[in-house]
Antibody, heavy 120, light 109 residues
Framework: QVQLQQWGAGLLKPSETLSLTCAVNGGSLNSYSWSWIRQPPGKRLEWIGDITHSGNTNYNPSLKSRVTISVDTSKNQFSLKLTSVTAADTAVFYC??????????????WGQGSLVTVSS | SSELTQDPAVSVALGQTVRITCQGDSLRSYYASWYQQKPGQAPVLVIYDRNNRPSGIPDRFSASTSEDTTSLTITGAQAEDEADYYCSSRDRTSNHRALFGGGTKLTVL
């Protein structure tokens, strides 16, 4: 059973770069695409972007200019970088596996979540 | 609309049946998936591929879809079903970006 373990810095100052990593345990990067999703306090889930095992990416247009998702097949990990953060980026960030090919779409499994707070 | 719309809150008496709906044009192309989220926890997939349940999800959870609307039904709601529920789909007209509904808070009375 595939499980995801994520980590990264939890407190950032405005203008810094958010960096999170997600390890894929018990499975191969080849078995899914991989996604990052965030949830500001008390708000809905927001998709950040996807990456395939071969490195093809797809980003939320609202975040595209600041987001980079990458994959490290040697470590069975994928990562998120979000530049120039502001208080509006404060959220719980989740990594997740993604299955999507028309008409199929779902996210499973999910990481445990990482609270990232942006404050001066 | 390319967004997904859900009712903010729904309540159900213990043991009764409740339906949570999600509406959006993207549902005409991509199957919806449904997620249960309890406070302080990561979302959990409860329905995928129209009406399939992952291993471990009780069979009281089911779903149906008609055109641009999908519904999650809980038949015989239990106290442990009290949670936020999110629908999700993708927008094929916008580079297949993933969408989430605003979430429905289910209260079991």
């Amino acid at each position: 059973q595939v499980q995801l373990q994520q980590w990264g810095a939890g407190l950032l100052k405005p203008s810094e770069t958010l960096s999170l990593t997600c390890a894929v345990n018990g499975g191969s990067l080849n078995s899914y695409s991989w996604s990052w999703i965030r949830q500001p306090p008390g708000k809905r889930l927001e998709w950040i972007g996807d990456i395939t095992h071969s490195g093809n990416t797809n980003y939320n247009p609202s975040l595209k200019s600041r987001v980079t998702i990458s994959v490290d097949t040697s470590k069975n990990q994928f990562s998120l970088k979000l530049t120039s953060v502001t208080a509006a980026d404060t959220a719980v960030f989740y990594c997740a596996g993604a299955k999507y090919y028309l008409p199929i779409h779902y996210f499973v499994p999910w990481g445990q979540g990482s609270l990232v707070t942006v404050s001066s | 609309s390319s967004e997904l719309t859900q009712d903010p809150a729904v309540s159900v008496a213990l043991g009764q049946t409740v339906r949570i709906t999600c509406q959006g044009d993207s549902l005409r192309s991509y199957y919806a998936s449904w997620y249960q989220q309890k406070p302080g926890q990561a979302p959990v997939l409860v329905i995928y591929d129209r009406n399939n349940r992952p291993s471990g999800i009780p069979d009281r959870f089911s779903a149906s879809t008609s055109e641009d609307t999908t519904s999650l039904t809980i038949t015989g709601a239990q106290a442990e079903d009290e949670a936020d529920y999110y629908c999700s789909s993708r927008d094929r007209t916008s580079n297949h970006r993933a969408l989430f509904g605003g979430g429905t808070k289910l209260t079991v009375l």
